[in-house]
Nanobody
């Protein structure tokens, strides 16, 4: 019902920056909280940052002051600006969105396919 398409990953040197984007499409009535999560090899998926429709943000302690989450409600898109990247930030980054579908009391909680971020010299 809902598709989330991420872009913007890649290879960057330590100290560098990347900007991830995630666009949601489908039979969407409204989107509530959107977020970014990441999963490094051999580790569980962890929260990076979330943002409500009103713009309230929440960050993992490990990224506070370096990453910024934002969204464009008109475009159903969420962004993650990542600065001062470190090798420990290397992971697959996943977008998540929760909301309501067109056509009545039906809700969604969907994930993107993931985008690889590699921080290495």
């Amino acid at each position: 019902q809902v598709q989330l398409v991420e872009s913007g990953g890649g290879l960057v040197q330590p100290g560098g920056s990347l900007r991830l984007s995630c666009a949601a499409s489908g039979r969407i009535f409204s989107i509530g909280t959107m977020g970014w999560y990441r999963q490094a090899p051999g580790k569980q998926r962890e929260l990076v940052a979330t943002i409500t429709r009103a713009g309230t943000t929440n960050y993992a302690d490990s990224v506070k002051g370096r990453f910024t989450i934002s969204r464009d409600n008109a475009k159903n898109t969420v962004y993650l600006q990542m600065n001062s990247l470190k090798p420990v930030d290397t992971a697959v980054y996943y977008c998540n969105a929760k909301g309501a579908l067109v056509g009545g009391m039906r809700f969604f909680d969907d994930w993107g396919q993931g985008t690889q971020v590699t921080v290495s010299s």
